[in-house]
């Protein structure tokens, strides 16, 4: 101890013995264990706890605290070691521990960022992340949450999934498992708002290049594989509702429209139903919705686009013809 001002308090090295062979051949250094206490308590006492492993940093007044750093040694000319966490097997009738990895609450500052983060390679692949959670042979699977910060005050911290830079950027892959009964839903949904819900937006990337093609989105109803009486899934795009008794509110409008263009053609638009090898096409069904006692049911408008130099566009309709 020392109460002297601008004085340190003595430190405490732990050192495992140096291997210093000539031949260099085998030798290691010496291990250091440090191993709380055991309980042999009966098996029926469940008070009877080992003993616990605390690392503490020193506390500060004025100042920081102090830190704990964990770091594997390094190596001149092979791997450095790793650092393994983790909890022990449990009993026969007991669960396996908890790993729980926390900062500390702040006051009036910012509380401590977690950060995982791998080492970056010259020549080689650089090491991955995986977050993976248990399985169960009967019971179910863990789930696994990401959440950000609420902010009651402000607003809610983001949550960002980006693939890595290159010459070829990394693909992002959203896949719920196959199962042998039914697989699992993707669901993608913006919260609601007091004044306004959120915006979802899927859009495809940009093309910088030459001559060069945007990215394509694409969107397809899951394949009937059974050769039985399987039907493939359904795509469903439907404008928002609205619960508004007045006459301002209305339903949210779905609207598809080719892609525009500066010195080109812009893109087009077409509704196709999907062909059969062995049976009939399907039908195309444009309609408006009933309307209630007090309204009119909705208008269809067909038109095409006006022209202030060329011919405006026809409208054609045709039957098919029989071969």
């Known amino acids: 101890d020392t109460s002297d001002v601008m004085f340190s308090g003595g430190s405490v090295a732990v050192t495992g013995g140096l291997a210093s062979s000539q031949e260099m051949i085998g030798s290691s250094g010496g291990h250091i264990l440090v191993h709380a206490g055991a309980s042999y308590a009966e098996s029926v006492d469940t008070s009877g706890n080992g003993g616990d492993l605390r690392l503490a940093g020193g506390a500060g007044s004025g100042a920081s605290g102090g830190s704990i750093q964990l770091t594997s040694g390094r190596s001149e000319s092979s791997s450095s070691g790793y650092v393994h966490v983790h909890t022990e097997d449990s009993g026969t009738a007991g669960v396996s521990g ?5 900062t500390g609450s702040a006051l ?14 010259t020549q080689g692949n650089s090491g991955g992340i995986l977050l993976d959670v248990g399985s169960s042979f ?3 699977g863990g789930g696994m949450d990401l959440l950000a910060g609420d902010a ?3 607003t809610g911290g983001s949550v960002s999934v980006i693939s890595g830079e290159g010459l070829a950027s990394g693909s992002l892959n959203w896949v719920s498992a196959s199962a042998t009964s039914a697989s ?4 993608t949904m913006a919260g609601m708002g007091g004044k306004m819900g959120g915006k979802v ?5 940009t093309s910088l290049g030459d001559i060069q093609t945007g990215g394509l989105l694409s969107m397809s109803g899951g394949t009937g594989s059974s050769n039985v009486g399987s039907t493939g899934g359904a795509i469903l795009l439907t404008g928002g509702s609205s619960s508004a008794m007045d006459a301002t509110g209305a339903g949210g409008e779905v609207v598809v429209a080719g892609g525009a263009a500066e010195g080109s053609d812009g893109g087009d638009l077409s509704v196709l139903t999907g062909t059969s090898s062995l049976a009939a096409s399907g039908s195309l069904t444009v309609g408006t919705a009933d309307s209630s006692a007090l309204g009119h049911s909705g208008s269809i408008v067909i038109e095409t686009g006006h022209s202030k130099a060329a011919t405006a566009g026809n409208i ?3 039957v098919g013809t029989t071969e």
């Open 138 to 140: 009967y019971g179910l």
């Open 108 to 121: 009036m500052s910012n509380s401590g960022d977690i950060s995982l983060a791998t080492g970056n390679s």
């Open 98 to 102: 908890d790993l729980s990895l926390a």
């Open 201 to 205: 937006q899927v859009e495809a990337g």
């Open 316 to 318: 054609s309709m045709m």
């Open 184 to 187: 699992g839903n993707i669901l």
């Open 152 to 154: 009651p005050r402000g």
